[in-house]
């Protein structure tokens, strides 16, 4: 099969372009992928194949950027000329931009690929439905919510024109079968990116690190974790390193660096900055505890896996999809309050003073990771695809 993938892609800054890079080192050792053409966004430096194991062909055609209103008409001539077996969209509804016109041009794509009888799967990681629109960043007027909710349905009704649309959690197909009557929803959880070699489960010497990980300054917001730490610290006396690993949310310009000087006065508070690829695993394995300081959520968490992968304990807010993903996926946790400072703490302390506990807990976050690796997941894609050639070929004889 030459698989077609329409997507971010490290380097770039655009949402889900790490997914997409362990979906591919996957995709590319199957043996039912005959050649990968990545129809990606543009970037300024070349796109990162740098894959040790032995795998597929794979094609580069940067075709989109971020916020452009001529994607939707470039993507298409770049599957007119590759002329792919399938195409797999990796989407979030701001996959294309936050501009609502560019947005909305880039997910009609799917719509087009079915009309040209390309078998297709959207891989969509969200849906509008379960986004708390204020918190998460989009707005916080009543009028525009209802226009972004009229708008996201609208969408996604275009979305479930593909072959077969996948999510990541069973409330998703839940929702989609019951408010769009969708038959073509499939549940393909979010997979595990690496699954390492059974860690130890013992924390390094010197300070523990109570790490988070992500794009902050919309729904992730790292001041409550800062002062919980503190309370902590005052409560134990154990010498605890705050550590903030990402960048800021586009949407939110600057947001680490008045954080970062609005707490210049806390000891033990370290910013990372953009965390590369070969960065990500000693910044878990050197970790004590992961938090989760969000106030919302959009999606399957792709941190709290990689969080199981490596063993590690975590402390996640009582609210939406981390609740259900620990009660779908076996994932567990110490939970708090999001609007409580005092409840985080407690959260992070209940950890941090018992290591019985943080082992227990990073042991079952690493039975829960394991079970669905990336490799799997790919599996799944391709028995869909699979599933689509075969509904597609009696189509093919009688034309």
């Known amino acids: 099969m030459k698989l077609a993938i329409v997507t971010s892609y490290p380097p770039s800054k655009v949402t889900l372009n790490e997914y997409a890079y362990h979906l591919v080192k996957n995709f590319r050792q199957k043996q039912e992928i005959s050649e990968i053409i990545l129809l990606t966004d543009e970037t300024p430096e070349a796109k990162d194949l740098n894959f040790e194991e032995q ?3 794979i094609t580069v055609k940067e075709c989109w950027k971020f916020n452009s209103y001529t994607n939707i008409v470039n993507v298409t001539s770049a599957i007119n000329e590759v002329k792919p077996d399938a195409v797999l969209f990796n989407l979030q509804f701001m996959k294309f931009g936050d501009k609502k016109v560019a947005a909305a041009l880039g997910l009609m794509l799917p719509l087009i690929c079915r009309i040209k009888r390309i078998p297709t799967v959207v891989l969509l990681h969200n849906i509008l439905e379960e986004v708390d629109l204020g918190t998460a960043g989009f707005t916080s007027n009543k009028l525009m919510q209802k226009l972004y909710s009229f708008i996201g349905s609208s969408l996604t009704k275009l979305i ?5 649309v996948a999510v990541t959690m069973q409330k998703y197909v839940d929702i989609l079968e019951s408010k769009y009557n969708a038959k073509n929803v499939v549940l393909i959880p979010h997979g595990t990116f690496e699954v390492s070699e059974r860690p130890s489960f013992k924390t390094k010497e010197g300070p523990l690190q109570i790490m988070t ?6 729904y992730k917001k790292v001041e409550s974790m800062i002062e919980a730490v503190e309370k902590v610290r005052t409560n134990t006396g154990l010498d605890l390193e705050v550590v903030i690993a990402g960048t800021d949310n586009p949407n939110v310009p600057g947001y680490l660096a008045g954080v970062q000087e609005q707490y210049k006065h806390v000891s033990g508070v370290r910013f990372t900055g953009y965390v590369e690829e070969e960065e990500v695993a000693p910044l878990f394995q050197n ?9 919302a959520t959009t999606g399957s968490s792709g941190v709290l896996h990689q969080a199981g992968s490596y063993g590690k304990a975590v402390v996640m807010p009582d609210l939406g999809d981390l609740a ?4 779908d996926e076996g994932y567990k946790g110490e939970f708090f ?19 019985a506990y943080r082992t227990s807990l990073g042991q079952a976050n690493y039975r829960a990771a394991t079970a669905f ?3 799997t997941i790919a599996d799944m894609y391709i028995n869909n695809f699979e599933s689509i050639f075969a509904r597609k070929a009696p189509q093919a004889i009688t034309a």
């Open 55 to 57: 795998g597929c062909k």
């Open 160 to 164: 479930l024109q593909a072959d077969t």
């Open 213 to 218: 990980f992500g794009k902050f300054g919309t």
């Open 287 to 295: 970790s004590a505890v992961v938090v989760f300081p969000y106030t």
């Open 324 to 327: 259900l993903l620990v009660q």
């Open 337 to 355: 309050n999001p609007t409580c400072v005092d409840s985080l703490a407690t959260a992070i302390e209940n950890i941090v003073v018992n290591e």
């Open 373 to 375: 690796p990336m490799s």
